[in-house]
């Protein structure tokens, strides 16, 4: 029989490489998930590890299992819960690529009757963007797509920024679609607030204080180092809030928030 650890190791690869972006918030998710389900209670009775029947601790791990995926289906509700509010009558929101996330607390501004614009980043090589800007619109929320060489012109119209991510690491800086971190130094160059929206299940154990310190699997899609490089690294300085299913967090509570979920 092929051990757990070996077969979880196994289908988290698979995920990587299946799919199709930046693997940082996959690998963050899967380590999560492994620690989530094998996590021992206080309150669960210790004969559920130490029997050696193997139905029960079966059982058990498919119920951690079902309860880790329930909380992670809602973890976009909660957040657009708590962002919604920030978004006022009258503002230009300016965010970047495609974020699901994102999209999830704009609907629920627009939902509450706000009225606002959203300027989104073409997000090249990809051009993401104009994904964002269409299912903006399906939504009835104004929304323009733009060069992402023009933050620097459109920045001084805007209200806020407002992002998703691949990952949030240890010092709460971001992983995210590449050409986040200049949109960030452009924002605290002109005092516009930078927020962050993402799950908790993309904070991520890595300490990185440079571009060339983030694993080349998560910056590229393949082996292929002379490629395009998917993701950026935004250092925790240039970020003002983190939207969460934990609550709305600074970037120095995600070391906190990382002890509590992996001790």
């Known amino acids: 029989m092929i051990p757990y650890d070996t077969k979880f190791q196994e ?8 799919s199709g972006t930046s693997r940082t918030s996959v690998a963050s998710g899967c380590d999560l998930f492994v620690r989530f389900i094998t996590l021992r209670s206080k309150s669960l009775e210790e004969d559920v590890w130490d029997s050696k029947n193997f139905d029960n601790l ?16 809602g973890s976009r509700k909660s957040i657009a819960q708590l962002a919604y ?14 974020s699901r996330v994102v999209m999830e607390i704009l609907a629920k501004a627009h939902e509450k009757c706000k009225k606002f614009k959203v300027l989104v980043t073409i997000s090249e090589p990809d051009k993401r963007g104009h994904r964002m800007v269409k299912e903006l ?22 209200d806020f920024v407002l992002v998703g991510a691949e990952g949030v690491v240890e010092n709460g800086g971001l992983i995210n679609y590449i050409g986040t971190y200049p949109v960030a130094v452009m924002a605290r ?25 983030l694993p080349n699997e998560s910056k590229y899609l393949s082996e292929d180092e002379a490629e395009h490089p998917v993701v950026d690294y935004t250092p925790p300085q240039y970020i003002n809030k983190l939207f969460t299913d934990l609550g709305v967090l600074t970037p120095s509570a995600v070391s906190d928030e990382l002890m509590k979920l992996y001790i």
């Not at 289908?11 to 299946?18: E, H, I, N, Q």
């Not at 509010?85 to 495609?98: A, E, K, N, Q, R």
């Not at 160059?189 to 310190?213: C, G, H, I, W």
């Open 137 to 158: 619109r399906s939504r009835d929320i104004t929304a323009m797509p733009i060069l992402d060489s023009s933050i620097g012109f459109v920045m001084e119209r805007v």
């Open 85 to 98: 509010p920030f978004i006022m009558d009258g503002v230009t929101v300016l965010t970047t690529s495609m």
């Open 58 to 73: 079966k059982n058990h791990l498919v119920e951690r299992g079902k309860h880790f995926m329930k909380r992670l289906s």
């Open 189 to 213: 160059s002109l005092n516009k607030p930078f927020y962050v929206a993402v799950e908790s299940f993309k904070f991520y154990r890595m300490y990185p204080l440079r571009q060339t310190d």
């Open 11 to 18: 289908l988290s690869s698979r995920l990587k490489l299946a």
